[in-house]
Nanobody
Framework: VQLVESGGGLVQAGGSLRLSCAVS????????TGWYRQAPGKEREWLGASRLDDDPTYADSVKGRFTISRDVAKNTMYLQMNNLTPDDTAVYYC???????WGQGTQVTVSS
């Protein structure tokens, strides 16, 4: 199984970005996926999770600003990020729950 993130970049505070995570391989085994981020000098932080049979769940730090979705036909997950602040600057990762399958990460930088 391979995960490839894309969509990161530089954005001004208050702006938006949409990250994508394309999944290939044994995708029929995927039940839940998650998004994480890691800022310089900080531990990796869980942002939210998407499950096939339930609504997504979110960390308090991003609830109301970030939205997780998935396109099953495209085997792709998305993280829509709105109202970004400099504190959101980090490398963002997607992961398949219950496994050690991670994407390579995509850098998001929010300028003030």
């Amino acid at each position: 199984v391979q995960l490839v993130e894309s969509g990161g970049g530089l954005v001004q505070a208050g702006g938006s970005l949409r990250l994508s995570c394309a999944v290939s391989g044994d995708t029929f085994k995927i039940y839940a996926t998650g998004w994480y981020r890691q800022a310089p000098g900080k531990e990796r932080e869980w942002l939210g999770a998407s499950r096939l049979d339930d609504d997504p769940t979110y960390a308090d730090s991003v609830k109301g600003r970030f939205t997780i979705s998935r396109d099953v036909a495209k085997n792709t997950m998305y993280l829509q990020m709105n109202n970004l602040t400099p504190d959101d600057t980090a490398v963002y990762y997607c992961k398949i729950a219950g496994t050690n399958y991670w994407g390579q990460g995509t850098q998001v930088t929010v300028s003030s």
